[in-house]
């Protein structure tokens, strides 16, 4: 019988928690992955209870058991690139951080997931530092969102494209290579509208304003694409290009499901 898939389909690895509603985390990531024909791969590192209204419980994982599904993974398979989502604790990101170091990896997008689109900070202050000080310098591309980057930039209230730009040139100071200042929680014609940053280079990257409230799972599926397109092989600039198109798409086509704020749809092409 033919094998359909071919040998040498690109592997990237998501390391990020579980969203129980499907719509954001290693739900979004994982289908994210198979849109691009990208074989995905995963590190739990917690369960959240969570719906399109909220999230009401999450447990995490033991640092090992996240640990070993690094090493199972990578020991086994060629990952190509990997894209770091949820790691809720101190402990947990020290962990993705020390694993990241000792593979030696480049192709890793951070996606620095601190604060909820509601603006409610999720993590404590030691692990917004760890992620800080720890994991952004491993970083290729670190992606804030709006809410993210004030913290990351000390910058108290984002409202301007300038404000965006000074942003990811502060962020790009902490050690990351590139830096991804997203604008869906901004406002008026700033909706929709990314800041990119390479350390001399600074990008505005905008589609089109989408005029939905089911966004649920965008920051994850933008860094999952980006992490997909690495492993295709693209550039980071046109990773992030192609990865912010794959959005906007995600976007126009997301689903009016629960009671809350719906995800957006992954599988547009098929309908
Ligand atoms: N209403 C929208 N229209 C167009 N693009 C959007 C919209 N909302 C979010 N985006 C895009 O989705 C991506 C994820 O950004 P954002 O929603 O800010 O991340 P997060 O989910 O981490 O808060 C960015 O490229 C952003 O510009
Ligand atoms: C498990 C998990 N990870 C990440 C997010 C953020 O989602 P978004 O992509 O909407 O910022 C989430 N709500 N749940």
Known sequence: MQNLIKPEVPIAMTIAGSDSGGGAGIQADLRTFAFHRVHGTCAVTCVTAQNTLGVTRVDALPSEAIAAQIEAVVSDM????????MLLSQDIIKTVARKIVALGFSNIVVDPVMVSRAGVQLLDNDAINTIKYA???LAAIATPNRYEAQILSGIPEITTLEQMQAAAQTICQLGCRTVLVKGGGMTGNLRGV???FDGKRLEVLQTETVDTTHTHGTGCTLSAAIAANLALGLPLLPAVQAAKQYVTQALKHSLAIGQG???VGHFFALL
């Open 78 to 85: 060629r990952v190509l690139a990997i894209k770091t989502g």
């Open 135 to 137: 994991l952004l310098p």
């Open 194 to 196: 990314d800041v990119w």
């Open 261 to 263: 704020q719906g995800p």
